[in-house]
């Protein structure tokens, strides 16, 4: 038998391998099995608790459940069973918690969590369920499972979790001088978002161009537009976005020319309104003279009608004729 068998076992199962004798023509398949047989022994004799994560690192929507898998593998009676749940918040890693603690058949929680946090699978596994997951709630969880007398080895698993947070809407802002040649700049930023939003500004019209962007912290970005112009005028859209999604807010620029050609039209179109509405007036004031002139019961039928609804059913045919006449 090669030496390298005997590398992974101890004394009393190399012995029992070694008593072994293999026929000189053994096949492959079988060294593999009787390999395999040998390490499961080896397991099994080691007889100390064993603990293994699942996962080692995990992701969850905030305000989402999460399981949090910690299995352990033990051979002795669980009355005394231990398990231990820790974090280290990515926020305050130098400040650990105990999340939750199984003792005694107790159950202890974290004033963070209470409410919010669980065993899914006592006493055979010690998985945990957090739910309405918060942003402070990522970090590196530990599970320490004992049971004693067994030995632990490893007794501890860890695993790492982000609460992933959608983009905030962000909030456009502009500053500057709005005349032909001045400068403007976009500011764009956004409250929270994990992973951290990417953030861009792009000129949505007459084509949807990319701008440079100046980020100021990772929060934020702004354009700067120098000697502007008519041709920067339009639609202006600052996105953003991380795998959660895209949020969007917009700034329309609409840069003046300097010149009175178009404050010029504006008034014009004022003036005409202006004058049309006084031609309407004069025209209903007209109509009213013409009618009491030439009816006196309107008055009083006009009376009639304040005190009492049906009367306006039974004087608006002859209203109307009027009126078309
Ligand atoms: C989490 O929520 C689920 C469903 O709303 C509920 O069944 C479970 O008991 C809750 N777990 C904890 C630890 O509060
Ligand atoms: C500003 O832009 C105009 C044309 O849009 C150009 O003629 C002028 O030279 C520019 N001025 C500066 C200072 O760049
Ligand atoms: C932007 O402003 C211009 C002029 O002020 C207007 O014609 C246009 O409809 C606006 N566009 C949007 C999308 O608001």
């Known amino acids: ?20 004798r293999f026929p000189s023509a053994m096949a492959a398949p079988g060294w593999c099995a009787l390999w395999t047989l040998c390490v499961c022994f080896t397991a099994l004799q080691t007889n100390a608790l064993r603990v293994t994560m699942r996962e080692s690192t995990m992701e969850v929507v905030r ?35 105990q999340v939750i603690v199984y003792d005694h058949g107790q159950i202890i929680e974290d004033p963070s969590l209470i409410g919010r946090v669980g065993f899914t699978g006592l006493p055979w596994s010690a998985d945990i369920m957090v739910n309405d997951t918060r942003v402070s709630d990522a970090g590196v969880y530990r599970c320490m499972v004992n049971n004693p007398p067994e030995a632990a080895d490893p007794g501890i698993g860890e695993l790492l979790l982000t609460v992933l947070v ?20 976009l500011s764009c930023s956004v409250a929270e978002g994990i992973p951290t939003p990417e953030i861009r500004w792009d000129k949505l019209n007459p084509e949807e161009i990319s701008l440079p962007i100046n980020m100021e912290g990772e929060l934020s970005g702004s354009v ?54 006084m031609l309407l007036a004069l025209l209903v004031l007209m109509t009213w003279l013409h009618r009491t002139g030439q009816d006196g019961r309107w008055r009083v039928s006009k009376e009639e009608e304040e005190e009492e609804g049906y009367n306006e059913i039974r004087y608006t045919p002859s209203l109307m004729k009027r009126s078309f006449v």
């Open 1 to 20: 038998m090669p030496s390298f068998l005997f590398w992974h076992m101890r004394g009393e199962e190399r012995r029992a391998c070694a008593s072994y």
């Open 63 to 97: 305000g989402d459940y999460v399981i949090l898998p910690c299995s352990f593998f033990t051979s002795s009676p669980l009355s005394r069973l231990n398990i231990i749940w820790t974090l280290a918040p990515f926020s305050s890693p130098e400040s650990p918690i």
């Open 166 to 185: 959608a983009p905030s809407l962000p909030a456009c802002r502009w500053d500057g001088d709005m005349d032909t040649g001045g400068s403007v700049t």
């Open 224 to 277: 700067q537009i120098i000697n502007v112009s008519a041709q920067t005028s339009g639609l202006y859209r600052c996105s953003a976005s991380n795998l959660l999604g895209t949020e969007n807010c917009y700034i329309n620029l609409s840069i003046y020319s300097g010149e009175e050609s178009s404050s010029g039209i504006l008034q014009g179109v004022l003036l005409t309104l202006s004058m049309s509405l």
